[in-house]
């Protein structure tokens, strides 16, 4: 797929699995493959979704950034490259957009190692 004005791009649901912190929870998707930042909406405490995300090249990884703090402020993040090719199922009825589902877990890290990550997805 490629990011031409006809194409319709995937819709994505991704349902988080674990402890939950939903007042502190940032979804997003990043990386060269996606056109731009897409921040997801979310549908409830643990399912966030993005619609007609236009991508590039489906064989090239989009990055799925989510982050949370805990109550004692301890940030816990999902950093995952995925490819659509990968993860992309048919919709549903005629002219329905390719779909992606998943599950994911946070996993807590240190201030020091989510400075880090994030130097490293600005680059």
Known sequence: MNAE???KGFDLTVKFKGK???KTTFVML?????????PLKK???RVYEADK????????????????????????????????ADYAKKGKGKGA???????LKF???TE???QDLLVDLDN
Do not use: C, S
Not at 31 to 37: A, C
Not at 58 to 79: C, H, R, S, T
């Open 97 to 103: 957009l390719p779909t992606v589902f998943m599950k």
């Open 53 to 84: 995300v236009k991508f590039i090249n489906d064989k090239a990884p989009i990055i799925l950034f989510a982050m949370q703090y805990d109550e004692d402020g301890n940030p816990w993040v999902i950093n995952y490259k995925f490819r659509v």
């Open 30 to 38: 990043a990386g060269e493959n996606v056109k731009t930042t897409i």
């Open 20 to 22: 939950r912190y939903p």
């Open 107 to 109: 996993k807590q890290i």
């Open 43 to 45: 549908r409830d405490d």
């Open 5 to 7: 004005r006809n194409d």
């Open 112 to 114: 020091d190692e989510l």
